[in-house]
């Protein structure tokens, strides 16, 4: 069996990850610190063969017993609420994770796919976002300590892939959701289905038209196993070009709810981007990829997940 390194294995998209890879045949370690991620998010694969699960703070140096084909470097606070909590850790698992994950590929004779973000575009200025934008990025601001930690991320993986021929893939995710974000994420839609559940006003921040583009997390796990078996380096846009304004989606959620909450509005965070859609090209014409789910319906399995999930009051 082919065997896989996940960090930050116990996250959101982590957990997911892990599911697919095991289903897929290939053995797992699993490592997390368990700043962001919950080892509940992995109980549907604990226990089961050719899977473990380690905590760990890949900042440390990195070394695992056994042969490994790729370390899929996944660990990182990536909701506001957590970088701005935690903007040094940030930092520091963008610039020593991925440097100690490299390593550690080095090290094994293995491949590096890199978790990489839509922030890397910043506030863009070119819509939607293609692979060839360099972004709009303000490296002092207080998003700053995620945005630069992804980009300095990409330019040391690129750099080990062409001194020490290290096979990489470099993902750039856009906004993702789906069953196991946490209630308090402080992202847009697991705070507005919370607020709906609980028929508490829904706050979207400014006037709500400011723009994302919603991937259900089922399609983004699909396009991940696409990029990682597939000779590229990238970095590859995997989101969903549908794009909706914050306001929209409030009121979306609100009826698949069927909440009686009320839209408040509240004060915009700072940098925080005016329009986010991927430009898919290049994922549709190389790896035969589009999203599938639509926005109501991977809603409907979300809010599905979280009546049963969460508590709610």
């Not at 700053?144 to 080990?160: C, I, L, N, S």
């Not at 583009?213 to 990238?234: A, H, M, Q």
């Amino acid at each position: 069996m082919p065997r896989a390194v996940v960090t930050g294995g116990a996250g959101f998209l982590g957990s997911h990850l892990c599911e697919r890879l095991l289903s897929e045949r290939w053995e797992v370690l699993c490592l997390d610190s368990f700043l962001t991620g919950k080892a509940s998010n992995l109980d549907g694969v604990i226990g089961r063969p050719g899977f473990q699960l380690d905590e760990y703070d890949v900042t440390n140096y990195l070394s695992v017993d056994g042969d490994d084909d790729w370390i899929l470097h996944f660990a990182s606070p990536a909701s506001p609420i957590d970088y701005l909590d935690h903007p040094i850790h940030t930092l520091k698992v963008g610039a020593l994770g991925t440097l100690h994950a490299l390593g550690l590929a080095k090290a094994k004779n293995a491949g590096l796919f890199l978790a990489s973000t839509s922030e890397v575009y910043g506030d863009p200025l070119v819509h939607p976002q293609p692979e060839a934008y360099w972004g709009n990025v303000n490296p002092i601001g207080p998003r700053g300590v995620y945005d630069e930690a992804k980009r300095y991320a990409e330019a040391m993986t690129m750099a080990y892939h062409r001194t020490h021929g290290i096979p990489v893939r470099i993902i750039r995710i856009f906004n993702t959701f789906g069953p196991r974000m946490r209630q308090a994420d402080g992202r847009a839609v697991p705070t507005f289905i919370q607020q709906a559940l609980a028929d508490q006003p829904i706050t979207v921040h400014g006037e709500g038209a400011q723009t994302r583009s919603l991937c259900y997390v089922d399609d983004l796990i699909e396009g991940i196993w696409r990029l990682l078996n597939f000779e590229t380096t990238g970095p590859m846009n995997i989101g969903n070009p549908h794009e909706i304004n914050i306001l929209d989606l409030a009121r979306t959620i609100i009826n698949v709810t069927d909440s009686s909450s009320e839209i408040t509005f509240v004060g915009r965070p700072v940098d925080d981007p005016e329009v986010r859609c991927p430009d898919i090209s290049m994922a549709s014409k190389t790896l035969g990829w589009e999203p599938g789910v639509s926005l109501e319906d991977g809603l409907q399995r979300t809010i599905e997940w979280a009546r049963k999930s969460w508590s709610v009051s």
